[in-house]
């Protein structure tokens, strides 16, 4: 299983960003796929959760309005477009994905939201 990410970096308050996790090595369609973050001094949180096909999306409440999970099943590729960022945004995301009994993650991508 591999993740990788693209996407992230420096916006100021308000702007937005795009994620994209790019995975390979199982069968990406069947599989629901999550996005997580982790600030400074804090636990890693699950941001979105997307089921295998897309239709059904879970979000924590902190986001909920502003950041939209989607995928691409024919680019094996998972998004997380976020919208009016906030600087209590700042965190390094993590695409996840479950495979019983493992956990596999991306990278990391640094988003940093200035005040």
């Known amino acids: 299983v591999q993740l990788v990410q693209s996407g992230g970096g420096l916006v100021q308050r308000g702007g937005s960003l795009k994620l994209s996790c790019a995975a390979s090595?199982?069968?990406?369609?069947?599989?629901?796929m999550n996005w997580f973050r982790q600030a400074p001094d804090k636990e890693r949180e699950l941001v979105a959760a997307?089921?295998?096909?897309?239709?059904?999306?879970n979000y924590a409440d902190s986001v909920k309005g502003r950041f939209t999970i989607s995928r691409d099943n024919l680019k094996n590729t998972v998004y997380l477009q976020m919208n009016s960022l906030k600087p209590e945004d700042t965190a390094v995301y993590y695409c996840n994905v479950r495979r019983y009994p493992e956990t596999f993650w991306g990278q990391g991508t640094q988003v940093t939201v200035s005040s």
């Open positions: 090595g199982f069968t990406f369609s069947r599989t629901p």
């Open positions: 997307i089921s295998s096909s897309g239709d059904m999306t």
